[in-house]
């Protein structure tokens, strides 16, 4: 699934990453609705979004008590405008909204700092966080 | 334990925040080390941020497979910093390091836009993302 396949690659090293970008934070609670059609669209919605122009990468997990954070991370403000706005991407809302979620919240954030630990490599592999 | 109690009482309406706030995304990835020792070590840590200045709610989900991503919501950048700086704060962040994680980031963002549905509104109870 492709919810397996963003869990086992997760944004690790931000290579190539630009030093200012944006974060849309996805929070969700789960209905008891249909998994399979919610997890066909959850799929969907991930190879959309890695499509889209400006994604950079995503970051997602859901608990057992159906409580679900995804972040996914852009180049720009413009490039979540257009995710967001994207038509299939709206219809998803949509079903999200009639079937999938007893709530959710959707967050727009510009990254202004982060630190990133390796136990591999036993040392920080990147860090402007100011402290 | 704090954990299931943070996702039983997620930021829900948002009522009372701040137009302004900051988010601090922790994204882990669980050794297989004591899963008891890490418990006591996050509900602490979920307990001593409550009880930090600026501190506004937190949002945290780990899956089956290890990988967890925790959103804290400040008033500010520097209430992030003294939560960071705090200094039993520092301590587990080395227990972290040695003991509970492969590998994390810490980013720190600010909110620009938010969102939020709730089905039993059957309605948007917040929006002031542009579209």
């Keep these: 699934m492709a919810d397996d396949q963003v869990r086992q690659a997760p944004v690790a090293m931000r290579t190539?990453?630009?030093d200012t970008y944006f974060a849309l934070i996805f929070t969700t609670q789960r209905t008891v609705s249909d998994e399979n059609m919610y997890q066909i669209t959850a799929d969907?919605?991930?190879t959309l979004a890695q499509q889209q122009a400006g994604f950079l990468g995503v970051e997602s997990v859901r608990g057992d008590d159906?409580?679900?954070i995804t972040v996914s991370y852009w180049r720009s403000q413009d490039a979540i405008h257009d995710w967001r706005t994207n038509s299939e991407h709206v219809v998803a809302e949509q079903m999200g909204r009639k079937e999938f979620y007893e709530w959710y919240h959707v967050r727009v954030a510009k990254i202004v700092g982060h630190?990133?630990?390796d136990?591999?490599?036993d040392s920080d592999a990147g860090d402007n966080l100011e402290e």
Tied chains: 1, 2.
Excluded: N, V, Y
């Design 44 to 46: 969907r919605m991930i």
């Design 66 to 68: 159906g409580i679900g």
């Design 16 to 18: 190539g990453w630009p």
């Design 115 to 117: 630190q990133t630990f």
């Design 119 to 121: 136990a591999s490599l």
